[in-house]
């Protein structure tokens, strides 16, 4: 699709986990942006499940559902012209429809033509009165996106609100969140189809050793044993690699010597009580 990916390079640093696989986002991830001509919050989605019987689905539903109606300013609706239009992707027209608020349509992947679904969207275009064809992973056509984004924009002056211009942090999770997040990415980026979706990261600590070396403990959680058993690999190659992977973009992200002690467990609950 391209909305995290999207919001990564309008940044200009990895604020939220991007991969091929659908619904790699889990829940609302907000950023901060900011050039010459103001200030705006970024707030990434995850996409909706078209079938939401489990309760990490329906709590995932939940939460964009809440996103979207919470008191946006502006929606950019992202559509893959290289995906079939199918009834998730209905649902979450008809979600962005009920927001009364200015609409960017973003047609995303112009980059790829080989294969194109882009008729089954061309209806959208009466319905937008802003289009625009990018490349969010090129970084193609960006520009003319975000000047329309500041145009419609409302204007709140800061300096007026609060007497001096607030300082905000970048984004809207913790540290441990973030590295549980990058964990949880290399899950997808390297295991099969079905165990991403049975599997989240926990980071329990992180500390800063004498020797300079920052310390991280962290679990990968899944659902039974087979998996765990499929997450550790033959002779622990794959949870070797994840950890190795993992550890070398949290060590640039920090800016850190990084020692990764990462494990995985079984708890099949995990989806009740995480997120
Ligand atoms: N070719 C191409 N791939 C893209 C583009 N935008 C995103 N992707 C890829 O599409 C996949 C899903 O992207 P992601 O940002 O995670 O989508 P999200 O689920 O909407 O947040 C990733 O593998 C991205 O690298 C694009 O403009 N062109
Ligand atoms: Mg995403």
Redesign the pocket.
């Known amino acids: ?6 919001l ?1 390079n309008i940044i200009g640093q990895k604020v ?5 696989k ?4 889990r829940f609302p991830i907000q950023a901060y942006y900011e050039d010459e001509r103001g200030t705006i919050f970024f707030v ?1 989605t ?2 909706i499940f078209g079938k939401a019987e489990d309760s990490l689905s329906k709590k995932i539903n939940a939460s964009t559902l809440k996103t979207a109606n919470a008191n946006v300013d502006l929606v950019i609706y ?1 559509v ?1 012209h290289t995906r079939r239009r199918d009834f998730e992707e209905s649902k979450v027209l008809g979600i962005v429809r009920k927001i009364d608020r200015p609409k960017i349509l973003a047609i ?5 033509q080989e294969k194109t679904f882009l008729p089954q969207y061309e209806f959208l275009r009466d319905e937008f009165d802003n289009v625009f064809k ?5 970084k ?1 056509h960006l520009k003319p996106l975000m000047d329309k984004v500041f145009e419609l924009l409302p204007e709140v002056d800061e300096k007026k609100q609060t007497g001096e211009k607030p300082i905000y942090p970048l984004m809207n999770v913790d540290s441990n969140t973030f590295i549980a997040e990058l964990i949880r990415e290399k899950v997808y980026l390297m295991m099969g189809e079905e165990i991403p979706y049975t599997t989240t990261a926990v980071v329990d600590e992180i500390t800063e050793r004498k020797n300079g070396i920052t310390y991280i403990k962290a679990r990968i959680l899944t659902i039974n044993v087979r998996y765990k058993q499929m997450l550790i690999g033959a002779g622990g190659r794959k949870i070797k690699e994840i950890g190795s992977y993992a550890r070398k973009e949290i060590a640039l992200a920090t800016a850190k010597k990084i020692y990764l002690d990462l494990t995985i467990e079984v708890d099949p609950h995990w989806q009740e009580v995480l997120y």
Do not use: H, R, W
């Open positions: 699709m391209g909305k995290s990916t999207f990564n939220t986990i991007t991969s091929p659908p619904q790699t986002t990434d995850p996409g992202m893959d995303n992947k112009v980059d790829l990018i490349s969010a992973l090129k193609q």
